[in-house]
């Protein structure tokens, strides 16, 4: 039986403490032929030289030559953007810091192949430096609108067919300049296939350690701290600034969500708050969302 040839895209910024163990188990990944694409957004702390010399010796490691992006978004889009996927089956992407297990990518494109669907992602154990891990439950059943608001999980766990990466890489191209405002580009990918009609599932069992530590753009959410942050970024309107931003790039602001979201009265907030379960897909989301719309949007 042939193996699936996957393009992984790694994305790197300052990651020299745990990038070597993330490659490492990205090239002993079991079942598949493996060939990791590259891109550092300028790092300072010797990560370039470590890829350099990893590049040296591994032939299924190419770097792309270094280009500071400015953030994680920006540089999985360059990624996306820049790397040739004409011999591939799938495409996957990676961060830095976490470690896979052996059969992660043979494991979602075994999913993929069993549901015929176009993209995989899945929940995560994020772990700590002090050994402490727990599961971060992504699988909640998808909704209507919830690619409007959320992504399907962390990024580092996407796996996308060749048909839905290539239409992806092309709409990049054609659109990199209305696309350097996103923030999140794991939201941005699960909105473009959603919107798409392309079909998406979300895997309940996780397949990597999705490592926390103090430079984690994102992280697990865990902890009262990071709830409060997570807040008053809300109420600071970055949400709805996102998901108006990014309805506009892929063309569904016309949808009675974001045209809610665009006026904004109190009808429309009332509608939004009725229909929360459409919007998100945990409760403790939901909750959060509602009690938002419930106060005037901070101008």
Known sequence: MMKSNVKVLLA??????????????????????????????????????????YAGIKVDLVLLPTKKNGSASANFFRLLRDTDLTYIDYVALSDQDDVWQEDKLGSAIQVIVKNNIAAYSSSVLAFWPNGKQKLINKAQPQQQYDYMFESAGPGCTFVLTKKLALELQSF??????????????????????????????????????????AENVVGANVGLKAKLARWKKLRDGWLVEQALLIANILGYSNAL???????????????????????????????????????????
């Open 257 to 299: 969500p974001i045209q809610k979201l665009v006026r904004y009265n109190l009808a429309d907030r009332l509608w939004l708050i009725l229909n929360v379960t459409k919007l998100r897909r945990r409760l403790r989301d939901r909750v959060a969302l509602a009690l938002f719309l419930i106060l005037p949007l901070k101008r």
């Open 12 to 53: 790197t910024f300052n990651g020299g403490d745990w990038v070597a163990s993330q490659i490492d188990s990205i090239l002993n990944q079991s079942g598949v032929d493996v060939v990791v694409n590259v891109s550092d957004d300028g790092s300072t702390d010797g990560t370039q030289q470590l890829l350099n010399n």
């Open 172 to 213: 990049l191209i054609e659109n990199e300049e209305k696309c350097q405002l996103v923030a999140l580009h794991d939201w941005f990918i699960y909105a473009y296939a959603r919107s798409s009609g392309y079909k998406w599932f979300i895997d309940p069992r996780p397949h990597m350690l999705y490592r926390q530590h």
